[in-house]
């Protein structure tokens, strides 16, 4: 079992920077593959990135790619979405996500946290 717990969140204005922590519990969390994703008002949930168990390769939406960079700290349960250049559009609920594979697909990830509001004003 993987408890998540998101951090970071807030208001921001456009072209500002945020950074969003994701602590996990649990003992396994170096055995899983990270994911951050996002859900705005009356859109579906999708993904914004993903990171490997071993923090060698990372992988971006199209949408947020060259503006955010994931990272994870394995001594320390916790993974990092560094977000830049924010735009409105990017105004969601982050939530991140742990899994067996490091894929932009929500059904591969077992665990979720409760999420984390980033709101961006123009």
């Known amino acids: 079992q993987v408890q998540l717990v998101e951090s970071g969140g807030g208001l921001v204005q456009a072209g500002g920077s945020l950074r969003l922590s994701c602590a996990a519990s649990?003992?396994?969390?170096?055995?899983?593959?990270m994911g951050w994703f996002r859900q705005a008002p009356g859109k579906e949930r999708e993904f914004v990135a993903a990171?490997?168990?071993?923090?060698?390769?990372?992988y971006y939406a199209n949408s947020v790619k060259g503006r955010f960079t994931m990272s994870r700290d394995n001594a320390k349960n916790t993974a990092y979405l560094q977000m830049n250049s924010l735009k409105p559009e990017d105004t969601a609920v982050y939530y991140c996500?742990?899994?067996?594979?490091?894929?932009?697909?929500?059904?591969?990830?077992?665990?979720w946290g409760q999420g984390t509001q980033v709101t961006v004003s123009s």
């Open positions: 990171i490997r168990w071993s923090g060698g390769s990372t």
């Open positions: 649990g003992r396994t969390f170096s055995s899983y593959a």
């Open positions: 996500a742990a899994g067996g594979s490091w894929t932009p697909f929500a059904k591969d990830y077992n665990y």
